[in-house]
């Protein structure tokens, strides 16, 4: 629901600055060849996301990372592009994050696990290790998109084209307590391609407004866990098709 209001709330502008083109003048804002666009996107989370497993188990398993658009939360993004002719343009996007936690010891207790809460009344309880963790990311895509102009509609134009598309995620943890069977770690990367349609509309000479669909996609997915050093890796993919999804508004400038 929250993609569908979305949606309505960026088409709505563009049907009534449409109607208002068609009454006033019809200075042409559309785009030519040498161009640059910077657009701000909502749609759906693309990111790959993996954490890694707890390397004290005897047993693992492993379910390949869901790539469902319906099953991601909203994101808010950026797309730029380049008309290297006046109907062609070239699109780029991605993001990367890192993040680092420190780890601490553990803090043993006095707590006998094997004995009654009467027994252990009194007893100070232990503290496990933070985990040394780290997690990096990152999402890159590129694509192509023809437009066609609409002669009845000044600076609406339609576009469809193809994107493809990389995310990787690694997430690494390690215990200082004499439990842990050392570092674990967990990756994860999506390959995806896509056919896009959309519709631009040119509101000002530098400003336009904009939705996409993905008429379909494919994407790739592989998760591989290490649990613990010196095993093999404990993978899992899986292949995901689409059809009509990740809707994606957008408000964009061009230079």
């Known amino acids: ?23 006033g003048g019809k200075k042409d804002f559309t785009p030519k060849k040498g161009d640059f666009t910077l ?49 062609w343009k070239l699109n780029l996007g991605g993001g990367l994050n890192f993040t680092n936690n420190p780890g601490y010891s553990a803090v043993p207790g006095t707590m006998d696990e094997n004995a009654s809460a009467e027994d252990n009344m009194g007893e100070v309880p232990g503290y496990r290790a933070v985990a040394d963790a ?11 998109d023809r437009y066609f102009k609409m002669k009845n509609v000044p600076n609406l134009m339609w576009y469809t084209g193809l994107r493809v598309g990389m995310a990787y995620a690694q997430n690494q943890m390690k215990y200082d307590e004499y ?4 570092k674990s770690v967990g990756e994860s990367w999506n390959l995806r391609g896509s056919v896009t349609m959309g519709i631009d509309y040119f509101v000002l000479p530098a400003m336009y407004v904009g939705a996409q669909i993905d008429p379909f996609s494919y ?18 993919d899986s292949h995901n098709f689409s059809f009509l999804s990740a809707p994606t508004i957008k408000i964009g400038f061009k230079f």
């Not at 780290?134 to 192509?144: I, P």
């Not at 439990?179 to 050392?182: D, T």
Request: aromatic share 12%; glycine share 6%.
């Open 179 to 182: 439990e842990s069977m050392g």
């Open 219 to 236: 994407t790739y997915n592989m998760t591989a866990y290490k649990p613990q050093e010196g095993l093999s890796n404990l993978d899992a």
């Open 39 to 87: 657009a701000a996107t909502v749609g759906y989370n693309s990111y790959a996301s993996v954490s890694a497993l707890p390397g004290t188990m005897a047993n693992y398993e492993a379910a390949a990372l869901s790539t469902n658009w319906s099953d991601k939360k909203l994101m808010v993004g950026f797309e730029a592009g380049w008309f290297f002719n006046d109907l």
């Open 134 to 144: 780290q997690s990096f990311s990152y999402n890159v895509f590129a694509g192509v």
């Open 1 to 23: 629901m929250k993609i569908t209001r979305l949606l309505l709330l960026a088409v709505m502008p563009m049907v009534c600055l449409t109607a208002n083109a068609q009454h």
